[in-house]
């Protein structure tokens, strides 16, 4: 008896003898995605993904703004407080982004440090 070659379902001419560990559709080295828990094909990680993504449109402005208006407020004070701004800074940039992570609701986007940093850099101007 013997056994029908697989091949991937994404290039039909690629013979393979991987699956997705989630979905069981063949896969090839070049569409196999490491994860800590095996290989997956690369729809099953976009869709794991997309669960983690859950900020909404209002989020990217308030975090923008927030930083803006934290970054901005913390370099005025950094006039007073002069060398000692230096031993502050970390603390002060660490409630900035808790106050962030406040505002949007905990909720979560790969954009959302960048549209945060815009804002920092705003704030700076």
């Given at each position: 008896m013997t056994d029908a070659a697989l091949v991937c379902a994404n290039h039909p001419g690629r013979e393979t003898s991987l699956r997705c560990n989630r979905c069981g559709k063949p896969i090839c080295g070049q569409c196999a995605v490491r994860t800590p828990v095996g290989y997956r094909c690369t729809?099953?990680?976009?869709?794991?993904?997309?669960?983690?993504?859950?900020?909404?449109?209002?989020?990217?402005?308030?975090?923008?703004?927030?930083?803006?208006?934290?970054?901005?407020?913390?370099l005025l004070l950094l006039g007073f407080i002069g060398f000692w701004g230096l031993f502050l800074a970390p603390v002060v940039g660490g409630g900035l982004a808790e106050i962030v992570r406040w505002v949007v609701r905990r909720r979560r986007s790969r954009r959302l440090p960048w549209v945060a940093l815009a804002g920092g850099v705003l704030g700076m101007l």
């Open positions: 729809e099953c990680v976009a869709g794991q993904q997309k669960i983690f993504d859950t900020a909404r449109w209002i989020d990217y402005p308030l975090a923008g703004i927030v930083t803006a208006l934290g970054v901005g407020l913390a």
